[in-house]
């Protein structure tokens, strides 16, 4: 196994930001839908339309599926970006052992 180069460091690095950054956006908006789906509950409880929702009732689960969602995700863009890391440190693209030759339609 050769060391991990400066290059690679620094894609690994960049790759683990976005990926808290995805995690933190996503779990955000799912945080709002319940923040938003609360208010709902009670602008209809004010209205008269709607019993009385505690907030546990709503932003409980919100939060709990919201976290199950962002890490399913950003485990998914991590595991691609090391997969991705890894073949083009290892040269298993194909692409590299074709640079530089030319290929003609007629063998």
Do not use: C
């Not at 709902?40 to 709607?50: C, E, K």
Request: charged residues 15%.
């Amino acid at each position: 196994m050769t060391p991990v180069g400066r290059a690679e460091r620094r894609a690994a690095v960049l790759w683990i930001v976005l990926t808290v950054a995805l995690w933190n956006s996503i779990f955000e908006m799912m945080v709002a839908r319940g923040v938003k789906e609360y208010l709902f509950r009670a602008a209809l409880y004010d209205a008269g339309r709607g019993p009385l929702t505690p907030i546990a009732q709503v932003m409980d689960p919100a939060i709990f599926h919201g976290a199950w969602v962002a890490t399913l995700w950003s485990s998914v863009v991590m595991i691609a970006a090391m997969l991705t890391i890894r073949m083009v440190r290892s040269g298993g693209s194909g692409v590299s052992s074709v640079q530089g030759r030319s290929v003609s339609p007629q063998g």
